[in-house]
């Protein structure tokens, strides 16, 4: 499916004979599983490679806050207020970590933050969806911050070291993001009314499939994953990540009492996990390629809030000057 969409195949994988010496060193030292830094020799594919996924990973923290920042006025509590401003905040911390972990690769934030803008670089596809009811921020919590989760947690061993080190620190905040969603779920659902609860189901069923759509396309279509897992930036593949959110997930849905919305959703015993349908691959080119029902308000946003910004990025750069000339005088 992917092939017939872009053009780019699958990225051939070089054996350990057709490596210079010091590409083959390199292996090694991932195969040892030894962390790669900054100042180390790295492949430029290797470079660009994590170029490309974080600077994706911090678009998407930062295009993420816009979703939830939709409800930061109608929250229905103080309390709820509190915490929905604190996971934002949170978003925009792991967005800055993540751009810093891209710039010890050499790469300029202020270009690639253009490409998000220009429509270069991609983020991902589930935050170009709408939050229609105060029950999608229970949903995005538990769901999509659940599957950033699965993701994350991987991702703690991958051999980038300062990609590493940021991710530990960011799954500790997403574990409390991921709990507050499933709180806001579970109130609605043990205490709600008849309406309330079936706002529950509706936001399931919207936002179910985006949130496996996450993980990216299956293996065999993904043109990036042999190269990343020798590497070992990824450590598990895209089919084997969703199969884990599906069987963590399945349990807490229905504890909550609701159902998906996918009639082959069971547990297979043979297999020791739970069977699904097929995601609607075309829906997920279609947002990737910019066509999603949010894609234009996102990037929209995203650009005014820089421009409305830059007001305040220069007058930071002229006291930091200031006080750099203190400083020298
Ligand atoms: N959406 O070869 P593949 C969060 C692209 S947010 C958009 O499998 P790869 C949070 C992919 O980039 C979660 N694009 O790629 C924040 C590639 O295109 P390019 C963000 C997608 O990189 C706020 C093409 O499809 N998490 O935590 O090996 C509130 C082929 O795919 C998507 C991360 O970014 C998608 N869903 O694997 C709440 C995690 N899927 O770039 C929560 C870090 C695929 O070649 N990233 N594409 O043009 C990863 O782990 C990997 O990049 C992916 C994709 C698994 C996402």
Redesign the pocket.
């Known amino acids: 499916m ?1 092939a017939q969409l872009v053009e780019t195949g699958a990225k051939r994988v070089k054996s350990l004979d057709e490596m210079s010496p010091e590409e083959r060193a390199f292996q090694e030292r991932i195969d040892a599983e030894i962390k790669i830094e900054p100042k180390n020799w790295m492949p430029d594919g290797y470079r660009q490679t994590l170029i ?2 974080i600077s ?2 911090a678009h ?2 930062v295009v ?2 816009l979703p ?1 920042g939709n409800w930061v006025t109608r929250a229905p509590t103080l309390k709820r207020k509190l915490q929905l401003m604190a996971k934002i905040q949170d ?1 925009a911390g ?1 967005g800055l970590y993540l751009y810093s972990a891209m710039e010890t690769l050499g790469a300029d934030r202020d270009e690639e933050i253009e490409k998000l803008h220009n429509g270069k670089a ?5 935050f170009n969806y709408p939050t229609l009811s105060w029950a999608d921020i229970g949903t ?1 919590g538990w769901l ?2 659940g599957a ?1 989760i699965v ?2 947690v991987v ?1 703690q061993r991958t051999s980038y070291g300062p990609y590493s080190r940021a991710m530990i620190r960011i799954c500790k905040e ?1 574990s409390f ?1 991921q709990r507050q969603g499933y709180q806001i779920l579970l109130d609605l659902m043990r205490h709600g009314t008849d309406e309330q609860k079936q706002m529950v189901q509706d936001s399931i069923n919207r936002f179910w499939w985006p949130a496996l ?5 299956h293996d065999d279509d ?4 042999q190269q ?1 897992m020798a590497w070992k930036i ?1 450590r598990k593949s ?1 089919d084997e990540l969703r199969q884990m959110f599906i069987d963590q997930t399945v349990p807490q849905l229905e504890f909550l009492g609701c159902t998906a919305p996918d009639p082959d959703l069971k547990w297979n015993e043979e297999r020791g996990h739970y069977d699904f349908g097929e995601i609607n691959w075309q829906e997920f080119y279609d947002v ?1 390629k910019g066509n999603g029902p949010c894609n234009r308000e996102r990037i929209a946003t995203r650009k005014k809030a820089i421009e409305e910004g830059a007001w305040v990025r220069e007058a930071a750069v002229a006291y930091a000057e200031k006080q750099k000339q203190r400083a020298a005088a």
Do not use: C, T, W
């Open positions: 992917y490309r996924q994706q990973h998407s923290e993420g806050m939830e978003e792991h991609k983020y991902s596809s589930i995005i999509v911050d950033a993701n994350q991702l997403e993001h759509m996450m993980f990216g396309p993904s043109p990036n994953s990343s990824k895209n990737l």
